[in-house]
């Protein structure tokens, strides 16, 4: 064994042994090359899914039933955004510029979540995208709070604080119009029959199927892994349908005494992954739109940059 390989074991079984004491690592702390990877990974894809994620909304906000709702969805949108810069900022501090990001994500190389190649049908869906999409994302990132990568796991706690605002506007919709007349209630319904598989999706494949999770979880990056976070949230999710009075779409979904937890049917992963790969309802749609966002902005890019030099220019010559 070389020296080098001697001091690269050293360096990660101090990494490793920092983690496991639960202390944060730090963008200027040493990390396992392979460890700054997955989370440039994760929180790049994360970063892309809250900034997609705005444009299934934003179809509604033009057509929202009053100016309270436009109101309320429009701030929500704008939290959105928010929780993307902040992401995209929080991944910077690994060494990857955000343009890198941005072409990662226009090329198709980076991944977003699943869930936002679905299209928004009616005003329904914006309920159930708040109420599921937002609960399924908030069960997730509370475990993020603790992830071991210190400006991930501070990102966190300020998005899951929003993200909670966010479920609970969606809940209040579908209580709403599960108490509305008669057609409203039909399409509260049908909402959550369009939403509730590819809302169980975004935790990711089974465990048995989870590439990176054994390894995020030796790091603490994630804590709980895809099957526990999934379980997690059906049993919240469960009784809260029940309260608007609607059915989960799932026969097989039924309480388990003996494990204290619902038991549910089977995903469909053939779904899944044809949606990962790029060929879900929308996926085009939606870079299209991501990529005429960026386009469209590159004015404002180069404006902001002929100002900064003009600035600096001034400086040297004051100078
Ligand atoms: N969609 O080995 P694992 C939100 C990929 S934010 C697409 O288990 P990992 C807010 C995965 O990347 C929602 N790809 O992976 C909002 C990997 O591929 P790769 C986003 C998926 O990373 C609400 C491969 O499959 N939240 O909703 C998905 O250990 C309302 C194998 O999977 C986050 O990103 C999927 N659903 O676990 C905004 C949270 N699932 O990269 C607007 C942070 C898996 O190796 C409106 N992320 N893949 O080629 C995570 O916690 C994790 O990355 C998981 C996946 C749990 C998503």
Redesign the pocket.
Known sequence: MDARTDDLDRLEAEFQAKVDAEQRIEPKDWMPDRYRQ?LI???S??????V???L??GNWLTRAPSLKRKAILMA??QD?GG?GLYLYSATETLGISRDEMFDQLHTGK???????NYPTLTWADVGA??WL??G??IT??I??CRCSYGPYARAMIR?CKE?SF?QRQGYEIMMTMAQGTKEQKEMAQDALNRWWWPTL?????N?S?????AQ?MKWK??RQS?DE?RQKFIDATVPQAEYLGLKIPDDELKWNEERGAYDFGEIDWDE?KA??SGNGLCNRERLKARIDAHDGGKWVRDAALAYAAKKAARKAEAA
């Open positions: 997955t990974r994760q929180m894809q994360h970063a892309h899914s809250e997609v994620g705005m299934p909304e929500k949108i959105e929780h980076a991944k977003y979540s699943t869930i936002f995208i708040g999409v937002d399924a994302a997730n990132q475990a993020l998005i993200e966010h999706m975004m935790f990711g494949p465990d199927n989870s590439a990176n999770s995020s990056i994630k895809n976070l899944f949606v990962v």
